[in-house]
């Protein structure tokens, strides 16, 4: 599942729209250990776990990514703001090199994403 897929990832792991990375972490943590595939017996159940966990972890990884956070972010500016303006908590001029949305490198998942 793509992270542009989600529909709201905050929404998702149910945290605020300026959570911090840690929020975000303990909010995934949460619903991993619910949703594991390994957690669950019958094979129905750990289907329904996998397709959960696999949304989950799909809006983890796209907020925890600064340059997708912020792509997201500016694709959804209207419901952000209540359906008015294009502006928010996380603007970037145009004089702000991309590089400076650098992405961090994560032990979840291999270096080549």
């Known amino acids: 599942m793509k992270a542009k897929e989600i529909e ?3 929404e998702l792991l149910g ?5 911090e990375e840690d929020v975000i ?9 619910k949703f594991h595939p390994d957690r669950h017996s019958s ?5 329904r776990a996998h397709d959960a966990f696999a949304k989950y972890s799909a809006a983890y990884y796209m907020l925890m990514d600064p ?3 912020y792509d997201w972010r500016q694709a959804n500016a ?9 502006t928010f908590a996380e ?4 004089s702000t090199p991309t590089s400076s949305l650098k992405r961090k490198k994560s032990i ?6």
């Open 108 to 113: 979840y998942r291999p270096a080549s994403c």
């Open 25 to 33: 972490k303990k909010a995934f943590r949460k619903a991993a250990k």
């Open 78 to 86: 209207k419901k952000l703001n209540g359906g008015g303006g294009s």
């Open 43 to 47: 094979p129905e159940a750990k289907e």
């Open 15 to 19: 945290v605020a729209y300026d959570a």
């Open 67 to 69: 340059v997708q956070r």
């Open 91 to 94: 603007p970037r001029s145009p």
């Open 8 to 10: 709201d990832p905050y």
